[in-house]
């Protein structure tokens, strides 16, 4: 059967939109704060003149190894907007990240949906979700949103502050969330010796990272081996697998050909392809990543 790449875009919001992009740069609106960072994706010209760049109330810079952000207006430390349903401290970071990657709002409302869907076929049904590689906590709080139990792991012991944070400005600090700073392949093959099963898993892999207690992942040596430890995680009757990549240097196929073996024996459906920002004045699309999503049924 043929497989069609899907291009899932999102749109300017109340709180966030991407002004324009080009020549290596993007120029975004988080709240009433405007950022322009490094983005390798822009490879076409910019439509805002130089002027009209100016608009930018601090811009990330890279010289060599040195990297800076430097302030033209005054901006506070940290600020909240709200997305996608849910509410985000933005805080400029070292490695140019805010805390936020906006693009992943389509794998959200997925999640949710399906977790949603789910529960509404089967209303007492516990579902349990393991989010690996969980960074700021956005997919944890979409899927306890949508009435999921959540397993959160990451290796960054800011990353997890960062999130808890995020519960609690989204209301959700009583929500069913395990906080779990640990290394993710020692935390699965724990998980795995303890018999523990989840419905759910979703992957968010850097290309290169360190765990909590300094374990290299690299993800051409690794990806596949954590793979394989979460599928012996899932629950006889799991409901999604969802993989993420950015500046990997990997296609979504790829990740498409990696989960077969769960389509193989749990079977549904497997879809593929990119996310997206558009531009809220031309409508021309940033590329910001890949996925694969499976879900049962």
Not at 56 to 65: T, V
Not at 98 to 120: H, I, Y
Request: net charge neutral; hydrophobic share 40%; glycine share 8%.
């Amino acid at each position: 059967m043929e497989q069609k790449l899907k291009i899932e875009a999102i749109s300017t919001s109340a709180d966030y939109e991407l002004l324009d992009s080009g020549e290596g740069e993007k120029l975004e609106r988080f709240g009433k704060v405007v950022l322009s960072r490094p983005d390798p994706q822009a490879l076409w010209k910019k439509q805002m003149t130089e002027k009209e760049w100016t608009v930018a109330d601090a811009y990330f810079s890279r010289d060599g190894k040195a990297t800076s952000w430097t302030v033209r207006k005054p901006i506070p430390d940290k600020w909240q907007i709200s997305f996608a349903d849910l509410t985000f401290i933005i805080k400029p970071t070292a490695f140019k990240h805010t805390g936020l990657f906006p693009e992943q709002a389509s794998n959200w409302n997925w999640m949710r949906e399906v977790v949603a869907s789910t529960k509404k076929a089967e209303p007492t049904r516990e579902i349990n979700v393991l989010n690996l590689f969980g960074y700021t906590g956005g997919a944890s709080l979409a899927c306890a949103q949508a009435g999921a139990k959540v397993c959160h792991v990451d290796g960054s012991k800011s990353a997890i502050t960062w999130a808890r944070e995020n519960a609690e400005v989204s209301g959700l600090t009583d929500a069913p969330i395990r906080w779990i700073l640990e290394d993710v392949q020692v935390f699965v093959e724990r998980e795995i010796k303890r018999g523990k099963k989840y419905d759910a898993v979703i992957m968010d892999p850097p290309a290169f990272g360190h765990g909590a207690s300094k374990e290299i992942w690299k993800i051409e040596e690794h990806f596949l081996g954590l793979l394989d430890l979460c599928a012996q995680l899932l629950s006889d009757k799991p409901i999604f697998f969802v993989v993420n990549g950015y500046a990997s240097g990997y296609s979504a196929i790829s990740y498409k050909n990696a989960l077969s073996p769960i389509v193989e024996k749990m079977g549904g459906t497997i879809e593929v392809g990119e996310l997206a920002i558009t531009e809220s004045k031309s409508l021309r699309l940033l590329p910001c990543g890949i996925f694969a999503r499976w879900k049962r049924g």
